[in-house]
């Protein structure tokens, strides 16, 4: 019996670590610091990148500081494209972002998102707080960059960021950029997790449920839904995904596509063969360039058109 006992005490405390860390995991991300990027070959500065740009201390809307770029584009009378990174990332490979894009736009502002990188806000929400600090970052702009028609360009976690973020109305984009999105958290959590062979049934429903309660993350959310809501007002959305990607499944992509279509959205979906997560641009360049190409001469007549843009 006292076996038995021992048994079941170290199933549960097995499954309350296993739970624990992947609770913690999701409310506190490994931060990708100046030094990682510079062990991973990343660009550090828009210099090594080719670019021409500042490093920026921004404010984000509850007080934390976070450290950005703004990086000069090609177009001066183009609008700005604000790149948001995905899940333990950081602004470095936004800075490889703003070459893709700089010669479209006036500038491209890239910087840490709350819980990643050098940001002082401890704890990412996954799209509770992230608009009103995408609207903040925008409000520091210099003069000659502010109250410029938006794009909204993000990846992974980005990407479904950039769509809480135009439907919730904290920005107005003339534009939206949405590579390898997932629609629901629950999504990326239960594949990540049947890779490692964790038991996902037993516990993506109690991290998920946990996360609202303990860490303030937003835990139930369907970006289908924002995606529909983006498609009613008319603003352009690209959305590219790799239909090799394990962790965001291409079905997430093609869903939130749709929906904007059926929406009455300016759409246009891009599914590149055998690419895997965040792979899009090095697979395939070319089509990659041509997916941007065809969103920036959506927007540039969208803001050409401010009434039906927004204002």
Known sequence: MAIVVLLLLAAV?????????????????????????????????????????????????????????????????????????????????????????????AATVVFDLPGHGECEAKTPTYGKREPADVAAVLDQLPDELRGRPVVLMGYSMGGQLVLRTAASGAVEPVGVICEQPYRSLNGPITNLMRRRRYPVRAVVPVVVGLLERVFGIARRFDRVDDAARLGETGCPLWVAHGDADWLCLVADGQAIAAAAEAAGGQTRLDVFPGSGHVALYYDDAERYTAGLAWLFEQAATRAARPSEAGG
């Open 13 to 105: 405390l097995l499954y309350a670590g296993l739970v624990g860390s992947v609770l913690w995991a999701l409310a506190r991300p490994g931060r990708k610091t100046e030094g990682v990027a510079l062990g991973r070959g990343l660009p550090i500065v828009p210099a090594d990148a080719g670019l021409e740009g500042e490093a920026v201390v921004f404010t984000l809307s509850e007080g934390e500081s976070t450290a950005g770029f703004i990086v000069q584009g090609e177009r001066a009378d183009g609008p700005v494209c604000v790149v948001l990174h995905g899940y333990r990332d950081a602004r470095f490979n936004g800075l490889l972002r703003a070459g893709w894009v700089r010669p479209w736009v």
